[in-house]
């Protein structure tokens, strides 16, 4: 019987280059879910640096300040990109790896004070104070997608009325399983308009790395006046 680095080697083999690199997930069963993976240094949606286009977003100055939350933050280099002295930001991840590496990264860098992270379950947790700004990059793709609603009523949950939901639509595809998941645009506005969500922007991800260009389009959120619901 194959070791299960040898499987870990053999799946990197049939798929190889970096465009295959998320797709390698669907394949985490084999490693024994996502603590495994963490454990096994399995993680190909990582991409080892801030995503570029929420880097982007930050030095010009185009996100919400205040209090913001990035759900399955992984090692967190998002959550530190994003955190300044206007705003303070919270990396939730249910992995105890994840959230240790993320700490390691981040100690040192001179905006870790404006970022915490902390390991708890997107669906049970309850923050003591709501957010300004949600970021979600590779996390509704994650999610088995009869939990979707239950994404969208969290989100919800913890935005402040005003709030701005900022999603990274990932992976735009035909293929069938996951996890990831495939998404749509469509997707998302059938969990968020119920709730009063209406997309103030959809374009195309110009800044997306090279093996995920023309598969994602960053979509921006809020509530429409008249139709947030309690």
């Known amino acids: 019987m194959e070791s299960k680095r040898e499987e870990k080697e053999n799946v990197t083999k049939s798929h190889p280059g970096p465009g295959d690199k998320l797709e390698l997930v669907i394949l985490m069963e084999s490693f024994g879910g996502w603590e495994k993976c963490w454990e096994e240094g399995f993680t190909p949606w990582d991409l080892g640096q801030p995503t570029p286009i929420i880097a982007h977003l930050h030095q010009s100055g185009a996100l919400p300040k205040g209090r913001a939350l990035v759900p399955g933050s992984g090692s967190g280099y998002d959550v530190v990109a994003m955190a300044s002295p206007d ?4 990396g939730l991840e249910i ?3 994840a959230v ?11 905006n870790a004070n404006y970022a915490t992270f902390l390991k708890a ?7 003591a104070e709501l957010f ?3 970021f979600d990059y590779t996390f509704f793709c994650a999610i088995e997608p009869d939990m979707r609603a239950a994404w969208a009523q969290k989100i919800n949950d913890f935005l402040k009325p005003d709030g701005e939901l900022i999603t990274l639509i990932f992976p735009i595809s035909d293929h069938s399983s996951g996890p990831p998941y ?5 997707d998302y506005e059938e969990v968020l308009h119920p709730l009063g969500f209406r997309a ?3 374009v195309d991800n110009e800044l997306a790395v090279e093996p995920r260009r023309g598969r994602e389009k960053l979509g921006r959120w809020k509530r429409s006046v008249g139709l947030s619901l309690p």
Do not use: G, N, Q
């Not at 240790?100 to 001179?110: D, G, I, V």
């Not at 379950?121 to 923050?127: A, E, G, S």
């Open 100 to 110: 240790t590496r993320a700490k390691e990264l981040s100690s040192s860098l001179p």
């Open 87 to 90: 705003r303070y930001v919270v």
């Open 132 to 134: 300004d700004l949600i």
């Open 182 to 186: 495939k998404v749509s645009v469509s």
């Open 95 to 97: 992995c105890d790896i």
């Open 121 to 127: 379950d997107f669906f049970t947790w309850h923050p």
């Open 200 to 202: 103030t922007s959809i």
